[in-house]
Nanobody
């Protein structure tokens, strides 16, 4: 069964860092593109960062220079390194994997809360 499981969320103070992980089963290599999204209460789910193919990345303007997305095929894991966190980064963070000719796969989400 194809599955994505996020981890690494938590409660931090403004200015601190967190690293989110998204572990893929059976293999991360089945996903052509992968991405992190986030959804704050009462708001829509928005794209945070995306990696297309092996290494092409793009980011939402609000996180450029602070967040870094990366994929480790040996560990079947997608990461999101988040630095200089701000209260407006508080949200439920989701991992998404896209496969050719198939529906995307979403993880269950991990909560990130940043206090001021």
């Amino acid at each position: 069964q194809v599955q994505l499981v996020e981890s690494g969320g938590g409660l931090v103070q403004g200015g601190e860092s967190l690293r989110l992980s998204c572990t893929a089963t059976p293999s991360i290599s089945i996903f052509r593109d992968m991405a992190w999204y986030r959804q704050a209460p009462g708001k829509q789910r928005d794209l945070v960062a995306r990696v297309r193919g092996p290494s092409s990345t793009d980011y939402a303007d609000s996180v450029k220079g602070r967040f870094t997305i990366s994929r480790d095929t040996g560990k079947n894991t997608l990461y999101l390194q988040m630095n200089s966190l701000q209260p407006e980064d508080t949200a439920l963070y989701y991992c998404k994997g896209e496969r050719p000719f198939a529906s995307p796969i979403w993880g269950q989400g991990t909560q990130v809360t940043v206090s001021s």
